[in-house]
């Protein structure tokens, strides 16, 4: 696998793993494909709405997320229990998604941050 092909295999998985967090945290209501493209964005994915609605899609293909589309309003999605599991580090991550503890968003969402000073 060359340079490109392998950066371009890294950035779609991180996307996904970037989709499946964003999904766990608007729970327990849904997420728009607006605020998704949004956080994608701010990543710098320039990604457009099409391409959320596939990574949403392929989420849901592998079970890990539930999607759907409400007429005039657009696309959303919830996280599955096994969206959840996976998220939380208790169920293996399936191929074509990123490994959080392989990524720069390796931080899980179950544990606090601490910032090492005591508080007063």
Known sequence: MDDR???EKTRLETARLLIL????????IEAGE?????ILN???FNYTLDDVRRELDYLRSLGLAEAGQDEGLGWWARPT???VAVVEHNAPVPAGVAHARNSA??????KERTSGRSER
């Open 105 to 110: 968003l390796s931080r899980s969402p179950t």
């Open 81 to 83: 229990a096994l969206g």
């Open 5 to 7: 092909t392998h950066f």
């Open 21 to 28: 967090r964003a999904l766990y945290a608007a729970r327990p």
């Open 34 to 38: 607006t605020m998704v493209l949004r």
């Open 42 to 44: 701010d990543f710098h």
